[in-house]
């Protein structure tokens, strides 16, 4: 069983962009290459065609402004996890591109805060929640991402649904958590009314007219974002490889 996972953001401009894909490989241990440059390099170049001049200058459509690689490795499984933009399976892109879409546009929940499962045996199966982010320079104050968990094995999917289910409900809690105090910490003037010095008063200023594109990164205030959202990704994975070998 093949599976990947996916964060996703719907762009004021350039419509659903994938920000964030983890697959898994077998890893083949080379003794003469120790930073894995070589891998980099080859996905650089697959990362680099997915993106057009304009989207590379949009922050919305990233998640990190330098194109991060982000690799770990399990010696007790000699499985490769690889996080990054874009892949070059392309079967894997095309499955987790037609998931982006239908996850921000289609498949929604009638339930707030529950993930919705979709998919067939040509395109794979997909388990997605969609949640948006308080961000104060954003078009409504907010901007809308979903977390997607892709296999080709609709019953395995279905019995892991819980575990998976219960996973992206912690990130997005996080994530809303972090962009909120953000939010707040943008949004508010404090004001010195003289009358109680004890006590502080707040105001919020108005949301600017022309919504800025900025990476979520900047949104939750974490630089180290992509990190925890790989160490996520990567346990989800090693969970659900586990589980089905067992």
């Known amino acids: 069983m093949n599976a990947s996972c996916a964060l996703q ?17 077998t890893y083949m241990h080379d003794l003469n290459d120790n930073d894995n440059e070589g891998l980099k390099a080859f996905y650089a170049q ?18 990190s402004s330098d194109g991060i690689l982000v690799s770990t490795v399990d010696l007790l499984t000699r499985m490769l996890y690889i996080s990054s933009s874009s892949t070059p399976n392309q ?20 339930e707030n805060g529950h993930p919705v499962l979709f998919g067939d045996d040509e395109n794979g199966y997909c388990l997605s929640l969609a949640f948006s982010c308080k961000d104060f320079h954003a078009r409504g104050s907010q ?3 979903s977390l997607c968990y892709l296999c080709n094995d609709k019953y395995h ?30 949004g508010r003037i404090k004001v010195n009314t003289n009358l109680n010095e ?11 007219r022309l919504p800025l594109q900025r990476t979520l990164s900047d949104i ?4 180290n974002l992509i990190y925890r959202i790989h160490a996520l990704f ?3 994975l090693r969970t659900t490889y586990s589980t089905i070998h067992d």
């Open 9 to 25: 953001h719907f762009c004021d401009i350039h419509g659903p962009q994938i920000l964030l894909c983890t697959e898994e490989r």
């Open 198 to 208: 004890t006590t502080a008063t707040y105001i919020f200023r108005t949301p600017p």
């Open 143 to 145: 901007r809308l991402y």
């Open 46 to 63: 697959y990362i680099k065609s997915e993106h057009t001049q304009g989207k590379v200058e949009c922050k919305s459509c990233t998640l």
């Open 157 to 186: 999917l279905i019995s892991l649904m819980r575990l998976i289910s219960e996973c992206m409900r912690q990130v997005v809690y996080w994530l809303q958590h972090d962009a909120n105090e953000t939010y707040e910490a943008e």
């Open 91 to 110: 079967e894997l892109f095309k499955n987790i591109r037609n998931a982006c879409v239908r996850s921000l546009n289609i498949e929604k929940s009638t």
């Open 234 to 236: 990567v346990w989800i």
């Open 220 to 223: 939750v205030h974490d630089s």
